[in-house]
């Protein structure tokens, strides 16, 4: 299994999901609704990025691993 990696950027308001390795990324594909899809070489969907995420300040964002 895949390491998730998840990144967040309180100064740039992002929040980055990675399914793969981010060395990977070739094209990021706008959806419209301030989601990036990250995407490789062959148009699979690596990972995702939410532009404009924001935490309450001083609050650290809490990550909880559901499986089915």
């Given at each position: ?7 967040y950027?309180?100064?740039g ?16 594909e706008?959806?419209g ?17 939410h ?10 964002p809490?990550i ?5």
């Amino acid at each position: 299994m895949e390491t998730l990696k998840i990144y967040y950027d309180p100064i740039g308001k992002t929040l980055t999901v990675w399914f793969s390795e981010p060395t990977e990324e070739d094209v990021v594909e706008e959806t419209g609704e301030e989601i990036l899809l990250i995407k490789n070489r062959v148009g699979k969907v690596i990972g995702l990025e939410h532009l404009n995420y924001e935490l309450a300040e001083g609050q650290q964002p809490n990550i909880q691993l559901i499986s089915a």
